[in-house]
């Protein structure tokens, strides 16, 4: 079974806390599937993770921006993503009408990680290394989406903590996927007149990046999806959600921004 025909989407933001905006982009993705098209879900959590470790009473703590996970942190974020938010998403694309199986990054080796930063200040937190595709593609073959848990295997036989956005680009790369679509907060890339813009190349990424245009944690976003697409992936789109037929507006080019390589 060829991959390259692939979508990955990965879900973040406010979109990932509300019950509607889930529920419509279940009934997308359960359309998508019927239609034949092999998909894939990946989601994160962050705000859930924050929420259980304060009703346990502890305090997340960062460093540089990222989450630090230490082993009982670890324990309660597997939990969280693996558990609770994987299994909510399982349950609403079955009640669209589509044939869902909840996985993680450590099922069948799927998302193999090393340690994000060797030092040890992050505990847990990891960085993809490898893929292994296998599982995901025996899903498609048998008519179901896989819902993707960011959580990955280690070297050391322990979960690892990976970030959403680079367990999809992974995963979407790995696939030669021909779109990875990013739903968030914002609607794409802006302009310095605060417009949508429509494409984007590599090139064009470090323009806007060079003229401030793009700045905070936009850079890192965009700089990553100039990767996956130079690793094979035919788009990756930034967009935000406006209701149901998001998903066919987003791929259709009529909402959010695409970044391609350079023609």
Same mark, same amino acid.
Request: contains cysteine; glycine residues 14%; proline residues 3%.
């Given at each position: ?48 993770? !924050?929420? @259980? %470790? ?5 305090? $997340? ?5 990222? *989450? ?7 324990? %309660?974020?597997?939990?969280? #993503? ?8 399982? *349950? ?17 080796? %799927? #998302? !193999? ?21 296998? =599982?995901?593609?025996? #899903? ?20 690892? !903590? ?8 992974? =995963?979407?790369?790995? =696939? ?10 914002? $609607? ?6 605060? /417009?949508?813009?429509?494409?984007? @190349? $590599? ?19 965009? *700089? ?19 209701? $149901?037929?998001?998903?066919? *507006?987003? =791929? ?7 970044? /391609?390589?350079?023609?």
């Amino acid at each position: 079974m060829s991959a390259g025909g692939a979508l990955v989407i990965k879900i973040g933001g406010s979109m990932a806390e509300d019950r509607k905006c889930l529920e419509e982009l279940a009934s997308d993705l359960a359309s998508l599937a019927a239609s034949g098209e092999h998909v894939a879900l990946v989601h994160g959590g962050g705000k859930d993770i !924050n929420r @259980n %470790l304060q009703w346990l009473g502890q305090e $997340p703590k960062f460093v540089d921006g990222l *989450r630090v996970t230490d082993e009982a942190a670890m324990d %309660l974020v597997e939990m969280t #993503l693996s558990g609770r938010v994987n299994k909510l998403l399982v *349950r609403l694309l079955t009640a669209a009408g589509a044939r869902a199986v909840g996985i993680s990054g450590v099922d069948g080796s %799927l #998302l !193999n990680a090393t340690p994000l930063r060797e030092d040890g200040a992050l505990g847990q937190v990891g960085r993809v290394t490898s893929v292994k595709v296998d =599982l995901v593609k025996t #899903l498609w073959s048998g008519g179901f989406v896989p819902v993707v848990s960011p959580v990955s295997l280690g070297l050391d036989g322990q979960s690892w !903590n990976v970030n959403a956005d680079d367990a999809a680009a992974a =995963l979407a790369s790995a =696939l030669v996927a021909k779109r990875l679509v990013y739903i968030s907060d914002v $609607p794409g890339v802006l302009d310095g007149t605060k /417009q949508r813009i429509l494409s984007l @190349n $590599p090139l064009q990424i470090e323009e806007l990046i060079a003229t401030g245009v793009a700045n905070g944690g936009m850079i890192p976003k965009l *700089r990553g999806c100039a990767q996956t697409v130079e690793a094979g992936v035919a788009g990756v789109v930034i967009s935000g959600w406006s209701g $149901p037929g998001s998903l066919g *507006r987003i =791929l259709s080019g009529l909402s959010g921004t695409i970044v /391609q390589a350079a023609s």
